[in-house]
């Protein structure tokens, strides 16, 4: 079963621009990580967020995350051509636990 | 370039076969994790293997069986074949409590 719920499903933006992608999870965690997808290819790591922080930064990503409301939300700025994929949020009770994905958004940056 | 590898790429069964998936795990990582992925879904948790032992399994029946090998390298069986095995099978490698997993780049099954 899916833990995590992104929001948008899709999402379209011209280059430049920022990009705003949401997730929803229903069980308490360990952390919540972003992973992104090229044309159904393998998963790439992006960035960790533990559940006792609150903001986490790796170059163009920012990450936020809000344990009480049980969503996090990832922001790409200045988005590229080559961002364009699907990016999922994943969820893990501990580091040994397997990761609960979300059905993902899909990205497309209009050059 | 993450250093997974999987094998085949591609490949193409008729329900009822047998399949074997193969995945080469990161230097130094000695737990490997299974992953399907419908079109248009998330990735789902098959199991995790760790010291050559079965670690933990999602909500997938006993026809989907795996190993580990002493170089911590995996593979993945599904025996009787089903149309609903038609997915993107993606392994993933990290090391025993450590929370980031090293994905390959999958591979595409269709059972026709």
């Known amino acids: 079963s899916q833990q995590g719920e992104e929001d948008p499903q899709a999402l379209s933006i011209q280059e430049g621009e920022n990009a705003t992608m949401n997730c929803s999870y229903k069980?308490?965690?360990?952390?919540l990580q972003w992973y992104r997808q090229n044309s159904g290819r393998g998963l790439v790591h992006l960035i960790l967020?533990?559940?006792?922080?609150r903001e986490k930064h790796s170059g163009r990503l920012r990450v936020t995350l809000d344990t009480s409301k049980k969503s996090s939300s990832l922001l790409i700025t200045a988005s590229r051509a080559a961002d364009t994929a699907s990016y999922f949020c994943?969820?893990?009770?501990?580091?040994?636990?397997?990761?609960?994905f979300g059905k993902g958004t899909r990205l497309s940056v209009i050059a | 370039e993450t250093g997974v590898t999987q094998s085949p790429t591609h490949l193409i069964k008729t329900r009822g076969q047998q399949v074997t998936l193969r995945c080469s795990s990161q230097?130094?990582?000695?737990?490997v994790s299974w992953y399907q992925q419908a079109l248009g879904q998330g990735p789902q948790f098959i199991f995790q293997?760790?010291?050559?032992?079965?670690?933990g399994r999602g909500n997938f029946p006993p026809r989907f069986s795996g190993l580990q090998f002493p170089n911590y390298s995996s593979e993945l069986n599904v025996n009787a074949l089903e149309l609903d095995d038609s997915a993107l099978y993606l392994c993933?490698?990290?090391?025993?409590?450590?929370?980031?997993?090293?994905f390959g780049p999958g591979t595409r099954l269709t059972v026709l």
């Open positions: 993933a490698s990290s090391s025993y409590g450590v929370d980031t997993q090293y």
């Open positions: 069980t308490s965690i360990n952390n």
């Open positions: 967020i533990r559940s006792n922080e």
């Open positions: 994943a969820t893990a009770y501990s580091g040994n636990t397997p990761l609960v």
């Open positions: 230097s130094g990582h000695n737990t």
């Open positions: 293997y760790y010291r050559e032992e079965e670690n």
